[in-house]
């Protein structure tokens, strides 16, 4: 059975860093591709960070330059000079089909594996 676990969320003030990790299992892990989603109140859930099992990545625009995307064990997010827009339910995904993954994009059409989600929340 494929399990996702995120941890790490927290209220922080704007301008400051989160690290969030998942923790993955029941799979091929670094056979998959993963990222991390988003999901504000009244929005639709959005891509934020992916990784391919080759370690390319691909980031939406709205956190170029502040948010990291790594896999070692786990699957982590850094997330530095955060705003509040940043705030929203934070989803760690994987794409597992039984073959290596080379391409990884943002669209959640393209995962069919999601953890339950951790709290980000950005205070001004």
């Known amino acids: 059975e494929v399990q996702l676990v995120e941890s790490g969320g927290n209220s922080v003030q704007s301008g400051g860093s989160l690290r969030l990790s998942c923790a993955a299992s029941?799979?091929?892990?670094?056979?998959?591709?993963m990222g991390w989603f988003r999901q504000a109140p009244g929005n639709e859930r959005e891509g934020v960070a992916v990784?391919?099992?080759?370690g390319g990545t691909l980031y939406a625009d709205a956190v170029k330059g502040r948010f990291t995307i790594s896999k070692d064990n786990a699957l982590y997010l850094q997330m530095n000079s955060l705003k509040p827009e940043d705030t929203a339910m934070y989803y760690c995904?994987?794409?597992?089909?039984?073959?290596?993954?080379?391409?990884?994009?943002?669209?959640?059409?393209?995962?069919?594996?999601w953890g339950q989600g951790t709290q980000v929340t950005v205070s001004s």
């Open positions: 990784i391919d099992s080759d």
């Open positions: 995904a994987a794409v597992w089909l039984g073959v290596r993954c080379h391409v990884a994009t943002l669209h959640t059409s393209q995962y069919n594996y």
């Open positions: 029941g799979y091929t892990y670094n056979s998959a591709c």
